[in-house]
């Protein structure tokens, strides 16, 4: 089967990603289970961790990474009605497991641990895959493969944290850091329907040119300097409501400054290192909110993809490369010259 291989663990880019004919093929699907023929799928900085190696788990390799693809269901597993059979689906790669609870045991957890497809399993940068139908959508027949496999991963981590667990209002103002990732992106989009009004930073003034044009409200070009007045200046003093950074270490404290009496700091990750600095004393005295998001649950899946097959929210693609070129996307995506998502054609 065709796949995009992680051949190990550290190696630069040009060694470590092979495209190959010869992979394992995932087999037929088990209860509860699709297997969906790759359409389109779509790069992470996920991909790349899985390159690197994610601290803290222990993986094999060779291994096919990949968390978004957008595909058509081929076959269905025990338990899985047959009028899936050839719909086209887009995926949330966020698989709950259930953990191991006995009454007595306590309170049951309100939040449950995640195996994800592309890192703790095999992805979907590979022909075909297999999934659990709870973690599949229907999408409309004319959907767009590149643009549904842009969507997914992004989309569900951006509304998790600014919606469901950062309680986003109308008319609040919102900062986001380093325009031109896809949770960046997704970000802005999410604001934009529910009304917010949106200061977004970056490193590259040509993004935020493209940002501005997206329809971000006010841009701010980060030179290394702290920014976190000019943020509060163009909020007429006051300050943002939320701050939605995940760039971790470099931005944290600057986020922490810009945030208005009563604002929460979201965060999906941390890309530029986890130690931040931080200021308790304006957390507690402003009465901050810090809050730590992963992913997303099945039900806001369910809402952004209806928010999609809508039209009311489309990811920002920037390239799209022919499955055998990934080893060029995964360099575009290492060097940050993205404005957007990556996107590979399996077609």
Same mark, same amino acid.
């Given at each position: 089967?065709?796949?995009?291989?992680?051949?190990?663990?550290?190696?630069?880019?040009?060694?470590?990603?092979?495209?190959?004919?010869?992979?394992?093929?995932?087999?037929?699907?088990?209860?509860?289970?699709?297997?969906?023929?790759?359409?389109?799928?779509?790069?992470?900085?996920?991909?790349?961790?899985?390159?690197?190696?994610?601290?803290?788990?222990?993986?094999?390799?060779?291994?096919?990474?990949?968390?978004?693809?957008?595909?058509?269901?081929?076959?269905?597993?025990?338990?899985?009605?047959? +009028?899936?059979?050839?719909?086209?689906?887009?995926?949330?790669?966020?698989?709950?497991?259930?953990?191991?609870?006995?009454?007595? #045991?306590?309170?049951?957890?309100?939040?449950?641990?995640?195996?994800? %497809?592309?890192?703790?399993?095999?992805?979907?940068?590979?022909?075909?895959?297999?999934?659990?139908?709870?973690?599949?959508?229907?999408?409309?027949?004319?959907?767009?493969?590149?643009?549904?496999?842009?969507?997914?991963?992004?989309?569900?981590?951006?509304?998790?944290? %600014?919606?469901?667990?950062?309680?986003?209002?109308? $008319?609040?103002?919102?900062?986001?850091?380093?325009?031109?990732?896809?949770?960046?992106?997704?970000?802005?989009?999410?604001?934009?329907?529910?009304?917010?009004?949106?200061?977004?930073?970056?490193?590259?003034?040509?993004?935020? #040119?493209?940002?501005?044009?997206?329809?971000?409200?006010?841009?701010?070009?980060?030179?290394?300097?702290?920014?976190?007045?000019?943020?509060?200046?163009?909020?007429?003093?006051?300050?943002?409501?939320?701050?939605?950074?995940?760039?971790?270490?470099?931005?944290?404290?600057?986020?922490?400054?810009?945030?208005?009496?009563?604002?929460?700091?979201?965060?999906?990750?941390?890309?530029?290192?986890? #130690?931040?600095?931080? #200021?308790?004393?304006? %957390?507690?005295?402003?009465?901050?909110?810090?809050?730590? +998001?992963?992913?997303?649950?099945?039900?806001?899946?369910?809402? %952004?993809?209806?928010?999609?097959?809508?039209?009311?929210?489309?990811?920002?693609?920037?390239?799209?490369?022919?499955?055998?070129?990934?080893?060029?996307?995964?360099?575009?995506?290492?060097?940050?010259?993205?404005? $957007?998502?990556?996107?590979?054609?399996?077609?």
């Amino acid at each position: 089967m065709n796949a995009i291989v992680i051949t190990a663990q550290g190696l630069e880019l040009a060694s470590a990603v092979r495209f190959v004919a010869d992979y394992p093929d995932p087999g037929v699907p088990g209860a509860g289970q699709v297997r969906v023929r790759t359409l389109c799928s779509a790069l992470n900085h996920l991909d790349l961790w899985v390159c690197k190696g994610v601290p803290g788990l222990k993986l094999t390799y060779p291994r096919t990474s990949g968390s978004d693809a957008c595909g058509i269901v081929e076959a269905v597993g025990p338990g899985v009605d047959a +009028s899936w059979l050839n719909k086209k689906v887009v995926l949330n790669a966020a698989v709950v497991v259930e953990p191991t609870y006995k009454p007595g #045991d306590g309170p049951e957890p309100v939040l449950h641990d995640v195996s994800m %497809i592309g890192e703790h399993t095999e992805g979907t940068n590979r022909a075909a895959f297999l999934a659990p139908l709870s973690n599949v959508r229907a999408l409309k027949d004319d959907a767009d493969p590149v643009v549904a496999a842009a969507f997914g991963l992004t989309f569900l981590t951006a509304y998790s944290m %600014i919606v469901t667990k950062g309680q986003l209002r109308p $008319g609040q103002a919102v900062l986001i850091t380093g325009i031109g990732g896809g949770v960046a992106n997704a970000a802005l989009q999410i604001c934009k329907h529910f009304g917010a009004r949106t200061v977004v930073t970056s490193r590259h003034q040509w993004k935020l #040119d493209q940002a501005k044009t997206l329809g971000a409200d006010a841009c701010v070009l980060d030179t290394g300097e702290d920014w976190s007045r000019t943020v509060r200046q163009l909020t007429g003093g006051r300050g943002v409501d939320m701050a939605v950074d995940s760039s971790g270490k470099a931005t944290h404290l600057k986020c922490i400054k810009a945030l208005a009496r009563g604002g929460a700091y979201v965060t999906p990750g941390c890309t530029s290192g986890p #130690d931040a600095v931080t #200021d308790l004393a304006r %957390i507690f005295w402003n009465q901050l909110r810090i809050v730590g +998001s992963t992913m997303g649950s099945n039900d806001d899946f369910a809402s %952004i993809t209806a928010l999609f097959n809508a039209g009311a929210l489309k990811p920002v693609v920037d390239k799209v490369y022919p499955a055998a070129h990934a080893g060029e996307a995964f360099k575009r995506l290492s060097n940050g010259e993205q404005m $957007g998502k990556i996107v590979l054609d399996w077609r």
